[in-house]
């Protein structure tokens, strides 16, 4: 028998307890935070779905194997064991932690790009976009058309529009030093790429001679939606479907925060000598030594341990199940949400939950604040604060206008999800009454981490 309900599997070894407040008091806290929900404390949220990046459970096995972590300046043990992991994982000949994905990003990228040069992805995540314009190269997304309609489904919403890179390719080819594809991917909702697709995108790039390079921080759930979604490849292991994923390209940035289900590090992995000889370099400078790359003996071990239970099918498919679980408790309540549910998390379409308010009013921010003050929900804006700002200083929206609630990785069971579905139900409810904001303060890069907000009457 296949039971209808999926548990969680595992069991709980160790608590944390969570704070609960008042409605009154969380007023305070956000007047207090900027109405930003970054910068409030984190112990006056009750259940935090600001990211699922560092904030996963860690099984018993990775503290375990924190003790064995070999903290040597150069050489560790914990290095070559980390170094195994990664390398049979990924087939990639160099191997180069870095402390977490950004930290990839912008080696690689530091390394590699010249002012003007372009790099396409599917949709570039915000440190991604970041460190690409910070090196006056330019950003561009390529996502299928389907990937930007909210309310369709379709398998792979994440896919990279083909037509469209080989048209890139094909007219300003001599600006693009490498090709990235994101999975899944998180800017566009999580969404998957297929393997035919990731295929397809080798086949381009063999042909104008480019590197493809994977953002692969979530590679593990990537490859659940394809054996659950691409039949021909139904009967593999979710480890034989990344290897192939990996085996495409020709090399990666991941942040081990996501699906290395550490809470800190991640790695930069390539076949190029060159290139990784220049990434080396640049990591001694910023980060350390190439075998620990500015992270401890023990974070690598965790890492390890960490990148292998990540591929096992219990955890993928239970992984998988209570996402969407939260989608389809949504869509029950008439809240607008991408569809279909993503590996990570559930996007609310808050320009459609919200028409009221136009997009430079930030209709995302209405809502993560709505849910914060409805019931301690913490959330997070991916609309035009996180990508509206244009590196001349304009302002236009973004794409969408999209509420992201993420799910740490093996850390709040089903009632707690129960609860969040009643909170984000309550504020549907109530969506006229929400009001839209002005920014008050607005740093350059990445402002939407330190924006402050006034509402708006
Ligand atoms: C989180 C993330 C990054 C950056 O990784 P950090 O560890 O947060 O620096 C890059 N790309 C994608 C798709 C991500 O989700």
Redesign the pocket.
């Given at each position: 028998m296949r039971p209808h309900t999926i548990i969680e599997p595992f069991r709980i070894k160790s608590v944390e307890a969570i704070q609960f407040t008042t409605r009154e008091q969380r007023e305070t806290c956000l007047r207090e935070a900027g109405n930003n929900v970054f910068l409030l404390h984190a112990e006056d949220v009750l259940i935090d779905l600001l990211t699922d990046?560092g904030t996963g459970a860690m099984s018993s096995a990775q503290w375990g194997a924190l003790i064995q972590g070999d903290e040597s300046y150069a050489g560790s043990r914990s290095f070559y064991r980390f170094r195994d992991v990664v390398s049979d994982l990924t087939g990639f000949t160099h191997i180069i932690p870095t402390h977490?994905?950004?930290a990839a990003?912008r080696i690689l990228f530091h390394s590699v790009l010249k002012p003007g040069d372009i790099v396409p992805n599917n949709t570039h995540?915000d440190?991604?976009r970041a460190n690409i314009e910070t090196e006056a190269a330019e950003a561009v997304d390529v996502v299928i058309a389907e990937g930007r309609v909210p309310s369709l489904v379709h398998p792979f919403k994440g896919n990279m529009d083909l037509d469209a890179l080989e048209r890139l390719l094909t007219e300003r080819g001599d600006r693009v030093p490498l090709v990235m594809v994101?999975v899944t991917n998180?800017s566009g909702g999580g969404q998957p790429v297929s393997l035919e697709n990731l295929r397809g995108v080798r086949a381009l790039c063999d042909r104008f001679h480019k590197p493809l390079f994977l953002?692969a921080?979530r590679f593990a759930e990537n490859a659940w939606f394809i054996k659950a979604r691409e039949a021909e490849h139904a009967h593999r292991t979710p480890k034989e479907i990344a290897q192939e994923m990996f085996s495409l390209a020709d090399g990666c940035t991941m942040?081990a925060?996501?699906d290395g289900l550490a809470n800190i590090g991640?790695f930069l992995a390539m076949h190029d000598d060159g290139w990784a000889a220049a990434a080396r370099n640049l990591l001694i400078l910023t980060e350390g030594f190439p075998t620990y790359g500015g992270l401890a003996g023990y974070d690598l071990e965790a890492i390890a341990r960490g990148l292998e239970e990540v591929v096992e099918e219990p955890y993928l498919y239970y992984r998988i199940r209570s996402t969407a679980y939260l989608g389809e408790k949504l869509i029950a309540s008439g809240v607008p949400i991408i569809q279909p549910p993503g590996g990570h998390a559930i996007y609310i379409d808050a320009r459609a939950l919200l028409p009221h308010i136009p997009p430079l009013q930030y209709p995302g921010i209405a809502c993560v604040n709505a849910l914060y003050l409805e019931g301690g929900v913490r959330g997070v804006e991916i609309g035009t604060v996180m990508f509206g700002r244009h590196p001349d200083g304009t302002e236009t929206p973004a794409a969408m206008d999209l509420v992201r609630l993420a799910i740490p990785r093996r850390v709040y069971t089903q009632s707690h999800i129960d609860y969040v579905a009643e909170v984000v139900a309550a504020v549907g409810q109530r969506r006229d009454a929400l009001r839209g904001y002005r920014m008050t303060n607005a740093p350059e890069a990445l402002r939407h981490f330190t924006a402050t907000f006034t509402a708006l009457d």
């Open positions: 990046s977490q994905g950004r990003e995540f440190t991604t994101t998180n953002d921080c942040s925060k996501k991640g």
